[in-house]
C-alpha cells in the first residue's frame, strides 16, 4: 500500500482521487485547506482566492470560523471516500470543549 503522508483537500474532490490514482497512491492523509485556488478558473478568480487567505491573515475574516468550515469542508470529502482518506485536523484555539464535539 502507497500512503501519501501530507495533502490538501482539492476541489473537486474527484481530481484529488485521479490524481491519487496517476501517482498509485492508495490512501492519503488528508489535511484541511482553507482556500482552494486549484479551483481558479482565471487570473481574477486566482486572485480572489488569494485574497481569502491575506483576508484571514491580516483579521478581516474570522479565522476561527475559518478553520470550522474547513473542517467541516475536510470531513465531507473523507466521508465521500473514506477507503482513501486518513483525515487529520487541528482544533482551533479559542473553542470550548463543547464547540470541539
Known sequence: MVIDSHAHVIFPPERQIQLMA?????CTILFTSTIHPEAATSLESFEAELNKLYDILN???????????????????????????????????????NEQS
Do not use: C, H, W
Request: aromatic share 10%; net charge negative; proline share 7%.
Open 22 to 26: 496517476e501517482a498509485e497512491v492508495d
Open 59 to 97: 483579521g478581516v475574516t474570522n479565522p476561527l470560523n475559518e478553520r470550522i468550515r474547513a473542517i467541516k469542508e475536510l470531513t465531507t470529502v473523507i466521508e465521500g471516500n473514506p477507503e482513501k482518506y486518513i483525515g487529520f485536523g487541528s482544533i482551533p484555539f479559542g473553542l470550548s470543549y
